[in-house]
């Protein structure tokens, strides 16, 4: 009796092992046979794919970033899915799963408008400005030889541009027009604006003025120019990775 029921377990266990390589070359041609966007998936996973795209569309969600989300999510469920994971179990149902992808993005745009807004102003602001001065500078030094042809030096430069940059990140988001509901005190706030920037301008190149000339060095006109091409290189470099704000657009995103 021990015997047979030994071998009674033994077949068992064969029958349970057919029976899991069938389900595995069943999905396996249900996975390989599957063409178009999302191949490579199981049925239930590009199901999901496709309800994802058309929650997406239905959001009016970015078109590029929407590529994006839907690479990611079908690399990741190409890899999952080796190890039995279906889309369900990773991310939930799928109109949840939409809904966190928006509210994700909304969430990212907020923090930026609200905290990192005015530096990147005031960064993007200041470049353009020492690229503009690097210019006024080469072109003042190249017609007029004096030693006294440019105003300051390069503490004046760098002082200028610093200033311009914080002053019209600090006039933009003043002046923006989420900022106050009453817009009839538009002019009044931008009158009052411009008046501290002026008044702020002056003392600091008071205080400029007071550093001796030693220190405050008029460069050559060449110097200028490659501080201006660095300088825009720069820009365009941190404008790619950091993506400055349109002027007049500080918060629209909120």
């Not at 509901?181 to 411009?194: A, N, Q």
Request: proline share 2%; aromatic share 10%.
């Amino acid at each position: 009796m021990g015997g047979l029921s030994l071998k009674e377990e033994t077949v068992r266990e064969k029958n349970e092992k057919a029976a899991k390589k069938q389900a595995q070359h069943q999905e396996h041609v249900e996975v390989t046979v599957r063409d178009g966007e999302f191949a490579g998936l199981t049925k239930r996973n590009e199901d999901f794919m496709f309800h994802l795209n058309k929650n997406l569309d239905e959001y009016n969600y970015d078109l590029e970033k929407k590529e994006e989300v839907l690479n990611d999510t079908y690399r990741e469920l190409l890899d999952k899915q080796k190890s039995g994971v279906t889309a369900a179990k990773l991310y939930g149902p799928v109109t949840e799963y939409a809904e966190k992808i928006i509210k994700g993005n909304n969430q990212k745009k907020e923090a930026r408008s609200t905290s990192n807004i005015f530096w990147l102003m005031a960064l993007d602001n200041g470049l353009i400005m020492f690229i503009m001065f690097c210019l006024m500078y080469a072109l003042v030094g190249f017609f007029d030889h004096s030693k006294n042809a440019v105003n300051g030096g390069w503490i004046t430069l760098l002082g200028t541009s610093v200033i311009a940059g914080v002053g019209l990140a600090f006039f933009y988001v003043m002046m923006d027009p989420n900022k106050s509901k009453e817009s009839k005190h538009k002019v009044t706030r931008g009158i009052i604006v411009t008046l501290e920037l002026i008044a702020i301008w002056m003392v600091a190149f008071g205080l400029i003025a007071l550093i001796p000339v030693k220190y405050n060095q008029t460069l050559d006109p060449v110097v200028y120019i490659i501080l201006g091409v660095v300088a825009f290189g720069v820009r365009y470099l941190l404008n790619q990775k950091l993506h400055f704000p349109k002027m007049g657009r500080t918060t629209q995103n909120k």
